[in-house]
Nanobody, 123 residues
Framework: VQLQASGGGLVQAGGSLRLSCAASGRTFSSYAKAWFRQAPGQEREFVAAISKAGGSTRYADSVKGRFTISRDNTKNTVYLQMNSLKPEDTAVYYC?????????????????WGQGTQVTVSS
């Protein structure tokens, strides 16, 4: 599985962005997906995850109510809609996939990673 993240950019506080993660590979629809982020000097942290068919989702407390993760298995793509962005959301955002149908918040549980896309929120 190869993952390609896109959609990052520069946005003012309060604005919105939608990240996309396109995957190659026949088993995309069988894998749980997630978004993580890493700010300079900090560890990579969990943002959101979605199960195989999209029926289960999980969010970090810091983004709950502002971000929404979704997936379209017909397009082999997972999305992260980010609203009400804050300067502290500034980071490189990575999509990830794990060879399980169940979601997880620990980055060690994920087997495949995209290259990351930069999100910068100005105050």
């Amino acid at each position: 599985v190869q993952l390609q993240a896109s959609g990052g950019g520069l946005v003012q506080a309060g604005g919105s962005l939608r990240l996309s993660c396109a995957a190659s590979g026949r088993t995309f629809s069988s894998y749980a997906k997630a978004w993580f982020r890493q700010a300079p000097g900090q560890e990579r942290e969990f943002v959101a995850a979605i199960s195989k068919a999209g029926g289960s989702t999980r969010y970090a407390d810091s983004v709950k109510g502002r971000f929404t993760i979704s997936r379209d298995n017909t397009k082999n793509t997972v999305y992260l809609q980010m609203n009400s962005l804050k300067p502290e959301d500034t980071a490189v955002y990575y999509c990830a996939a794990r060879t399980s149908v169940y979601i997880a918040a620990d980055r060690k549980e994920y087997d495949y990673w995209g290259q990351g896309t930069q999100v910068t929120v100005s105050s």
